[in-house]
């Protein structure tokens, strides 16, 4: 029963994720703007694009997703995250200390794993939910199309990839970042985000 309550109130992994994502909401908002901004794009929003401009769109919201997710791991610092990512990838004792922190961490405690993930995925659930309905049961769409704002060719997906970048894509970026620093006990207390 202890360890049921305690599970619940020790999801660290989600508190730091949420924590990370209202301390630099402008960060995370505005690099979250610029993909949502490059898939609109894409879709045709303003009219078509040719392949070239759709390669570059392609180019410049891959890198905000980049940018994001290396901020989050560096925890604001992006040489930090970027070092992170380096060492993980050649260095083969680091890669080896930080798996068997995992594991460890993993077995001791997978009920705060397990609570985190769940309760992300009914957070994701849910801003999905009111995405769709945003796109699908409001007058938000057509509006956008009698006042010019989209092309008259563009479809729901445009609504619905903005938000989703705004949004559920950021904060699944932060959540995969922190859980890896959750994981090798590289995060572990509010002071850190």
């Given at each position: 029963m202890k360890a049921n309550?305690?599970?619940?109130?020790?999801?660290?992994?989600?508190?730091?994720?949420?924590?990370?994502?209202?301390?630099?909401?402008?960060?995370?908002l505005g690099l979250g703007l610029i993909a949502a901004v490059g898939r609109i794009v894409q879709l045709g929003a303003f009219g078509s694009i040719s392949p070239t401009?759709?390669?570059?769109?392609?180019?410049?919201?891959?890198?905000?997703?980049?940018?994001?997710?290396?901020?989050?791991?560096?925890?604001?610092?992006?040489?930090?995250?970027?070092?992170?990512?380096?060492?993980?990838?050649?260095?083969?004792?680091?890669w080896?200390?930080?798996?068997?922190?995992?594991?460890?961490?993993?077995?001791?405690?997978w009920r705060s794993l397990l609570a985190s993930f769940v309760i992300y995925l009914l957070i994701a659930w849910v801003i999905n939910l009111l995405i769709d309905y945003t796109a699908y049961q409001t007058c938000l769409y057509y509006k956008l199309k009698i006042n010019n704002i989209i092309a008259e060719q563009s479809s729901e997906w445009v609504i619905i990839l903005f938000f989703k970048n705004l949004s559920v894509i950021p904060l699944t970026l932060i959540f995969n970042a922190l859980f890896l620093l959750w994981v090798t006990g590289s995060v572990s207390g509010r002071d850190n985000a």
């Open positions: 309550i305690r599970t619940i109130q020790n999801v660290a992994w989600l508190r730091e994720t949420l924590l990370f994502f209202r301390s630099h909401y402008l960060i995370v401009l759709h390669v570059v769109m392609e180019v410049v919201i891959e890198s905000a997703r980049i940018l994001l997710f290396v901020y989050a791991l560096g925890l604001t610092h992006l040489k930090k995250g970027f070092f992170r990512i380096k060492l993980m990838l050649t260095s083969g004792k680091a080896k200390e930080n798996w068997q922190k995992a594991v460890v961490r993993l077995r001791s405690e």
